[in-house]
């Protein structure tokens, strides 16, 4: 006899769902018994890393992800990381243990109620199978619905006593295609606009990375000569920032943004909403100048749905490159000049934001990936630190704090089980450092390679500059004064180092980029509070 726990082990492997991130509670421990030799399990110290990893995982792997929650506290537990994996857009299984359904009637301790109310709205779909017998295809079709475009979590409640039950058959396998084409004819009638327009602009987003559309955003930029930023609060970088027609970043708030949107008579808005505003500073431009108009390629109907202005066309975004590319003539339209060069930062004590960046620029390596989290410093490292190759760039899209330090210890762990082995280095503020420290647990038990870089400043800088802009002053709660950064880091078994000068800061991170397990490097920075816009 087969039962629900050998055919759902046998549904993942077949799917490749063989890797596991979790945190075992005791109503997990029926799926997790007799644990596959041939199966890893990542063991993250508290829920909220775990979905984190599995997060960090399945964007650099390009594959989904399946991370496992212990019932109602656990999924409470991960839901800050399951926000950010829902704007992520990272293909994930999030299953969680419920109690036995001999007993749920009378809500037992640690009894899921609503259990899939629970992780509402930040799921795709959410699902407790009606018989154990349902668990398999609930899988399959979990899968099937997080790799769907726009991709996302999915939730699955399990109980605990379902594992032992008679399977009724081997689950089907089924392939579920990816990519839905753009419609021909409103790529038709977006290229004769482009063509026709004086002075185009385009904004390439994080979805021209997920969709591995690089060089296909590339063909489009040079084929119309146009300008091209990034939009605000972009997750992931599209477009190469070394190529001469990169600009740099757009303002995140209306107004600001509007202005540099003026003399253009075209923006293109592709694989990015339209657009992500915070804070809300409305500008004489409304949301465009007069006279310019939107065109927006997306694959999430849900973005085309609520962009507050101009004509969407939903569909693959790799796949609409390429299109209207091919549909677009020669143009002689003069080349945009290049953006200024970054400033230079000196070499003090404490170091300038500009000097610790600028230093890391000097020693990145060619095929490093970065995962910011520093959001008052944020401005500053994309102008010091230039990506200028795809799956390089990883950040929260959704505002909260705490996925960078476990997502770069599953974006490293992916590295590794892909074999591309490309460095990782993720940069923390002593502030953002706080809220999943112990993932550097998992990190040096896993002996990842991983730099992580803090600039520590003792304060949450980015709340003082909202507190300047929000005309909020006495805000409390602002100064962090005594972390002792180097001091947590070896607590969870890393080597950490506290760095001073800009000669110090490069020959430990040299050092640190050739070694085989984590290294921590708390770097004092200047408290100097940059303006927001």
Known sequence: MTTVHE??????????????????????????????ADFSYVLALQEASAVAMADGYAQASG??????????????????SLVTAWHNKTPMIVTAGQQTRTMNLSEPMLTNVRPTQLPEPYVKWSHEPLRAQDIPEAFMRALATAVQPPAGPVYLSLPLD???????????????????????????????????????????????????????????????????????????????????????L?????????????????????????????????????????????????????????????????????????????????TD????????????GA???????EALFGALAAEWPADGIVVPESPSNLSVLHRQLTITRPGSYFKMASGGLGFALPAAVGIALAQRDTGQHRPVVAVIGDGSFQYSPQALWT???????????????????????????????????????????????????????????VDEFRAAFRAALGTESPTVLAVPITRDVAPLL
């Open 7 to 36: 055919a759902t082990y046998d549904l993942l492997r077949s799917l490749g769902l063989t890797t596991l991130f979790g945190n075992p509670g005791s109503t997990e421990e029926p799926f997790l018994k007799n644990f596959p």
């Open 333 to 344: 339209r003069p080349m945009p000049p290049p953006r200024a060069a970054a400033p230079d």
């Open 443 to 501: 990190a040096a038990q896993h002996r990842l390679p991983i730099v992580f870089v803090v600039p520590v400043n003792q304060e949450y800088g980015v709340l003082k500059a909202f507190a300047e802009l929000e005309d909020a002053p006495g805000v409390p709660g602002l100064e962090l004064p005594g972390l002792d950064i180097p001091g947590i880091a070896r607590g969870y078994g890393c080597t950490a180092y506290q760095v001073e000068s």
């Open 63 to 80: 594959r989904p992800v399946h991370v496992n929650l212990h019932t109602a506290p656990g999924t409470g537990n991960g839901m800050g």
């Open 162 to 248: 379902d594992w032992d039950e008679p399977a009724t058959g081997t689950a089907q396998v089924r392939r579920v295609s990816t990519r839905v084409a753009p419609d021909p004819a409103e790529l038709d009638r977006f290229a004769e606009i482009l063509a026709a327009s004086r002075q185009p602009m385009l904004v390439i987003g994080s979805g021209v990375d997920r969709a591995g559309g690089w060089a296909e955003a590339v063909t489009l930029a040079e084929r119309t000569r146009a300008p091209v930023w990034q939009p605000p609060f972009a997750d992931r970088v599209g477009f190469p920032q070394d190529h001469p027609q990169f600009q740099g």
């Open 250 to 330: 757009l303002p995140p708030a209306i107004g600001p943004l509007a202005e540099k949107l003026v003399g253009h008579d075209t923006v293109l808005v592709v694989g990015a909403p339209v657009f992500r505003y915070y804070p809300y500073v409305p500008g004489r431009q409304g949301y465009l100048p007069d006279g310019t108009r939107l065109l927006h390629v997306t694959d999430d109907p849900a973005e085309a749905a609520r962009a507050p202005v101009g004509d969407s066309l939903v569909g693959d975004v790799t796949l609409a490159c390429a299109g209207l590319a091919e549909r677009l003539p020669p």
């Open 347 to 353: 070499d003090g004590t404490p170091l300038h934001p």
